[in-house]
């Protein structure tokens, strides 16, 4: 079944006071590979059932300890499988392809300022740089119900393709650019090590989760590596 599934890379990105947010991105993580490998499904679909079913108890446990009142988390997940790529998101952790030597971000954060953009209010420039850009307008186990963003059809993938995952810890300190020239040369490790690097170099002090995907001849040989810099639950 796995084998059929394809590889799965996930990035959380946790919030709430105490050790909270840490709890509900260790289970997003969790909740979403166990359920998404166990639906005999291999499409956006499972993805999205596996991020409503992870939302439904982290709500849940949310409220079986006072200490976890409100804790939520960012989720970002990304599957290659033959040839192609799937996609589902809550937050404002981001996935880009390079291709090419270009970068392309290939999500839209649920967030105050990109709904600005959405409706014109402000400039995507404007919004790099809003004091307002790290409020999110979703998030996993903070509600009872959960909105998902899927791709509406997989992506075609192609050899020498590489995907970044990434908590809003990296891309609030990193342009494109930059992540761009990490992603380009060597390995998935490296990349993720210097991207972090990069990042606590211009005072990162949030979670700063990386993940790295490298798509070599299929989506089944694909390498991959994920590097955070505190223990939130990522997964492959």
């Known amino acids: 079944m796995r084998a059929k599934k394809g590889v ?21 993580a969790e909740v979403v590979a166990r359920v998404y490998y166990e639906v005999d499904d291999t499409s956006a679909s499972a993805l999205a059932r596996a991020f409503i079913e992870a939302n439904r108890l982290i709500y849940e446990v949310s409220l079986t300890d006072e200490r976890l009142h409100g804790m939520g988390t960012t989720c970002t997940a990304l599957v290659l499988q033959n040839g192609s790529a799937l996609c589902a998101h809550v937050g404002d952790s981001r996935i880009y392809l390079l291709r090419n030597n270009e970068i392309y971000q290939m999500t839209q954060d649920q967030s105050a300022v990109m709904e600005m953009v959405r409706q014109g209010v402000i400039s995507l420039e404007e919004a790099r740089n809003h004091d307002e850009k790290n409020v999110i307008l979703g998030a996993m186990g903070s509600n009872p119900k959960v909105e998902v963003s899927t791709w509406p059809e997989s992506f075609p993938v192609r050899h020498g393709d590489r995907f970044l995952l990434c908590s809003d810890g990296l891309h609030d300190l990193v342009n494109d650019c930059e992540m761009r020239d990490a992603i380009v040369v060597g390995d998935p490790h490296s990349a993720c090590e210097s991207l972090i690097a990069l990042a606590k170099q211009r005072g990162g002090y949030d979670n700063i989760s ?4 490298s798509v070599v001849a299929t989506a089944q040989a694909a390498r991959s590596d994920i590097r955070q810099t505190r223990d939130i639950g990522v997964a492959t």
Do not use: F, P, W
């Open 8 to 28: 799965l890379a996930i990035v959380a990105d946790g919030m709430g006071g105490h050790s909270a947010g840490e709890v509900a991105s260790r289970m997003a």
């Open 210 to 213: 990386v993940a790295v995907l």
